[in-house]
């Protein structure tokens, strides 16, 4: 491997970084300055927190946002991953090519767009059938399921185009019927990718913000509609303490994640040694 | 059939020199097309019970379609699968008493090895007290016992191997398809593995069919082979007779090195044939007939050990031609050499190394004669 | 081999090798056919038909909807628009198609200037993206192996957590009373704050910002499977290092670089939080267009014709535009 010391490339990587982490470390800071004038610095305090805690308004808002972004992400894991299979291990089917089209579309297309056209498809669904009645967690649910099923079917479809469809194709040659194939086999080794789907879907959904603000309803506002309309009034100390925690928690989350994942592939490289040399 | 096996009383080893044997395995006029691409042209191939059989063939002649057709991973295009009386054509694998060993070994890496060895098992619904028993009578058979809770990527190549046969063969399925069985490993391994592999399909007595692209691993193994090329089989039969006695100049290429002269029919009696070739510079010889009209242009194939060399003429007027020996390769073993017939056309020419010494080794640009016998040439009609 | 003899006596020849129980081949061969057919076409049909199902109600049918309503005139009533098939109570129903909306979005150039804004704040953010983005990548994919998880983290951190509250971040820098302009006040560089809030200047930099780690990841991958021997070949054949770049690496990186430009480009075309928060009253891009006419006009049928318009010269090129880049890295 050759390692060439390269200045220029290190400094304007580092600028990169630095242009990432600006806004962020500088957010967490003045999330502790005492002062309601946010920008003005007059001492440390972790007052914001405090008073975050005690927002009904915002808890509310996370409760709501929690609770569908926690469904959302489940099924469209399961949607997700059935598009996904379908798409990668059956040769043919009716509406192969549709699906083909609609299942990564929702990735491409603006949100607004999505939102609106589903507001409208509730509201005249409303008219015709008399379901989903007004607007609230089960439209929002919907919604969200839609465009998260989006990545979940992307990043299972590039699982399976990884994994040796070999593998399945030896189970079935011993006896197993394809269900039982895809029980005992496929969802195993597929499984970090639901992970992983999951975990992007829950993040989509709990941040989303122009979707859920066309299809949700009085009463229903989560934490992002919340957050938006309290910064369109103007920088708030206690949105600082909610971005700072927010940042914790996935800081946390990604660290711990990138750690064992480092830990696991070292652990496999050591056993395949040590299985080569014969031990 | 050619004379060698003909001459043979049916031998109950060889129930395919017996007319009235039924044959295990029956694949009838089986065509799969991909798209515009014919992968398996018309193949019919009679497979008897417990032989080893190869296909040889290289990338793309269609072997391993075969192979996938008769695990069922593939329905044929046209034709029929017959195995055991069974029309498998258009059985799922999942039903077919027929398991496979893949080229990659397909372990499944979630599973320990015992796991691994027990799946198909499990699938069949056998207690768990014989699936024990089974799985750990099959792992002692290949000698991975205790292995059994390893995970395949603790495993070296060979060991994968191993337990990717074990898996195979722990259902006793009617049939065993192994696809580029000793693909993976490196030389030494691979011809120590071969000779295991024989071992065990003789113990077990299940049929085996073997995809390969390696010759000698093909002749090696099998008790036939069937030589594909573009979908097509060209060629069946034993190694030996494959391997004197090539029908066409593909299977003589294929299986091993030649040397081929071309020439004119001269003579054609029923006992012998002479050709003239210029491409020689001498009459080929050839003591069996081939029942053509004469002034027909035809090939001679010669393998490169059936040809002697000497410094003084060896007195035959037929089947000796004079060159200059251009390079010398040794190999330890035996040496190859490289001569230019003074027609002007390379031949390959190998001699064991009998001695550790020789007084007057033959050298490069030294002419010297080369002869053949009568029966070590053949003539290829295509 | 020890173990040979033992097998060989159960599976003597013409003792039943089949492992599978159950009656003689007559009988299972029916049973198995019978038993087959059924549930493997079912099978598939089911697990290809839920989502697809789901995506021709959820996502196909609204456009549908999108469509007829964009058609229809604005109405005082709930849902605000008229309806296009009037039944008179007899057997004729009346067709009524409304393309006022349409003509009215090519009169006002208010429309068209926001579609042109939006493709012109996509197209720079993502060249400065790429600016931004490409030595960083270049400079993860070149540390240590081991090292190299570490920097993706610090990329992929900032993806993870709110956009919206990313965008905020911004907020607090540069605003009249902001982190910036105290600092270059209290330092004395200027006496007056600068005015960065509510500009054009502003809505590319909260792109850039954002969109950034989706430009910096693909292009990773791309740069990350790069074989070094060929920088190794080049410098071997006497090319200097900024020279093996231009003509080995920055050729070599060019999916990666379309990869991650589609990624920003795309989201970025129709982004309404960022110009909503960071943008001045005459920023104008259709995704907030197309807000305010839903949201502060109340004009569904105008929202729904600008969104439509939006799908048929914004979106379809670009996905075509993809499926093409699919194609050609399929066959490439």
């Known amino acids: 491997m050759m390692r060439r010391r390269s200045t220029s490339l290190k400094v304007l990587a580092l600028t990169g970084f630095a242009f990432l982490y600006l806004p962020i470390v500088t957010m967490v800071v003045l999330s502790f300055n005492e002062s309601r004038l946010v920008t003005v610095w007059s001492g440390f305090s972790p007052k914001w927190y405090g008073e975050l805690l005690q927002d009904d308004q915002i808890l509310g808002a996370a409760a709501i946002s929690l ?36 299942v990564s579309a929702p990735l491409v297309m603006p949100e607004v767009i999505t939102g609106l056209a589903l507001l409208l498809l509730f509201v005249a669904m409303e008219g015709l059938l008399g379901w989903p009645k007004g607007r609230g967690v089960v439209t929002l649910i919907i919604s969200h399921v839609t465009f998260c099923m989006a990545y979940v079917a992307v990043v299972v479809q590039s699982r399976l185009a990884d994994m040796d469809g070999v593998i399945e194709e030896a189970a079935l040659d011993l006896g197993a ?51 938006f309309s309290k910064v369109r009034l103007g920088v708030s100390p206690e949105v600082n303490a909610l971005a700072t925690m927010m940042i914790v928690v996935v800081g946390i989350g990604v660290v711990l994640f990138t750690w064992n994942a480092a830990r696991l592939h070292r652990m496999r490289q050591r056993e395949e040694r040590a299985a080569a040399a014969g031990l | 059939m050619t004379q060698a096996s003909l001459a043979q009383a049916a031998d109950p080893r060889k129930p395919w020199t017996d007319p009235a044997a039924q044959p295990f395995v029956r694949i009838e006029a089986v065509t799969k097309k991909f798209l515009d691409f014919t992968a398996v042209d018309a193949v019919s191939l009679d497979i008897y019970r417990s032989e080893l059989f190869c296909l040889l063939g290289g990338s793309g002649s269609g072997k391993s379609t075969l192979l996938r057709m008769l695990a069922g991973f593939e329905t044929p295009t046209s034709g029929r699968i017959i195995i055991d009386g069974q029309d498998m054509t258009d059985v799922p694998p999942y039903e077919r008493p027929i398991n496979m060993m893949f080229q990659s070994y397909a372990l499944f890496p979630h599973m320990s090895v015992e796991q691994n060895v027990a799946y198909g098992l499990k699938q069949d619904g056998v207690p768990k007290a014989d699936i024990a028993r089974r799985v750990a009578e099959m792992l002692d058979l290949v000698k991975m016992g205790s292995f059994a809770r390893r995970k395949p990527h603790q495993l070296s190549g060979g060991q994968r191997q191993r337990v990717a046969l074990a898996r195979s063969l722990v259902k006793r399925p009617k049939l065993l398809l192994l696809d580029e069985p000793l693909g993976a490993l490196d030389k030494k391994l691979r011809e120590e593995t071969q000779f295991e592999l024989m071992k065990i399909q003789q113990a077990l007595g299940i049929t085996f069919i073997v995809v390969t692209h390696d010759q000698e691993e093909a002749m090696t193994l099998s008790s036939r082979m069937g030589v594909m090329n573009h979908g097509h089989i060209v060629q069946v039969g034993e190694p030996h007779d494959l391997y004197e006695f090539p029908g066409s100049r593909f299977v003589a290429e294929f299986i091993g090195s030649v040397n081929l002269f071309e020439g004119t029919l001269v003579e054609d009696e029923p006992d012998h044939v002479r050709i003239e070739s210029p491409d020689a510079g001498c009459t080929l010889y050839v003591n069996h007939g081939i029942s053509s009209a004469p002034a027909q242009q035809v090939e001679v194939a010669i393998r490169p050990e059936k040809i002697r060399l000497s410094r003084q003429h060896p007195g035959q007027t037929d089947n000796v031609s004079a060159g200059v020996i251009d390079e010398i390769a040794y190999m330890g073993n035996l040496s190859i050499f490289q001569i230019r017939l003074n027609s002007g056309k390379m031949i390959r020419v190998t001699r064991p190394n009998l001695d550790r010494y020789d007084e007057m080794p033959l050298q490069p640009k030294e002419p010297v004669f080369c002869s053949w016998g009568p029966a070590s040439g053949v003539v290829l009609s295509a | 081999m020890s173990g040979g003899d033992h097998t060989a006596a159960q599976a003597a020849p013409g003792q039943g090798v089949a492992s599978r129980p159950g009656p003689g081949p007559a009988v299972s061969w029916l049973g198995q056919r019978l038993r087959l057919r059924v549930p493997k076409g079912l099978g598939r049909g089911v697990v290809s038909g839920i989502p697809l199902g789901w995506l021709l109600v959820f996502f196909l049918l609204p456009f ?85 998880p570490l ?34 006040i209290s330092l004395g560089i200027i006496d007056q704050p600068l005015v960065m809030m509510q500009t054009d200047f502003a809505v590319y930099l909260g792109v850039v910002y954002t969109y950034l780690p989706f430009m910096v990841l693909p292009l990773y991958a791309t740069l990350e499977k790069l074989d070094d021997t060929l920088l190794e070949a080049a410098a071997d054949l006497g090319s200097a290092p900024w020279k093996a770049f231009l003509t080995v690496t920055l050729p070599l990186s060019r999916p990666g670089m379309v990869a991650g430009s589609m990624l920003v480009f795309i989201p970025a075309v129709g982004e309404f939080v960022i110009p909503a928060l960071m943008g001045g009253p005459d920023t104008l891009m259709i995704g907030r267009v197309l807000w305010d006419e839903f949201f502060n006009n109340r004009d569904w049928p105008m929202a729904s014709a600008v969104a439509v318009v939006m799908m048929v010269v914004l979106v379809i090129p670009v996905m075509l535009l993809r499926n093409g880049q699919n194609k050609t890295a399929e066959h490439g």
């Open chain 1, 67 to 102: 609770k569908i972004a926690f469904i959302s992400a489940s099924l469209a894991v399961v949607l997700g991953t059935l598009a996904g299979f379908a798409l990668s291990r059956f040769n043919k089917f009716r509406g192969k090519v549709a699906l083909t089209g609609m």
């Open chain 1, 177 to 227: 019927r394809p269900w039982r194939v895809f029980v005992d086999i496929t969802l195993p080794m597929i499984a970090p990718a639901l992970v992983s789907g999951w975990l992007l879907s829950f993040t989509v959904s709990f941040d989303d913000l122009v979707i859920s603000a066309f299809v949700s309803g009085p009463g229903y506002s989560t934490l992002p509609m919340v957050i």
């Open chain 3, 64 to 148: 549908a909807v999108v469509l007829k309503i964009s058609l229809a005139d604005t109405a005082i009533a709930m849902p605000p628009y008229t309806a296009l098939l009037d039944w008179d109570g007899e057997a004729v129903a009346t067709l009524q198609l409304n393309f006022g909306k349409y003509l009215f979005l090519l009169e006002d150039t208010l429309y068209l200037a926001a579609y042109a804004g939006s493709l012109k704040v996509a197209a720079v953010s993502t060249l400065f993206c790429l600016l931004i983005g490409y030595p960083m990548a270049l400079f993860i994919a070149r540390q240590p192996a081991e090292r190299r």
């Open chain 3, 151 to 184: 920097w993706l983290a610090l990329v992929i951190l900032p993806f993870w957590t709110s956009l919206l509250l990313r965008v905020y971040a911004w907020i607090g820098l540069l605003q009249h009373n902001g982190v910036i302009n105290n600092i270059l």
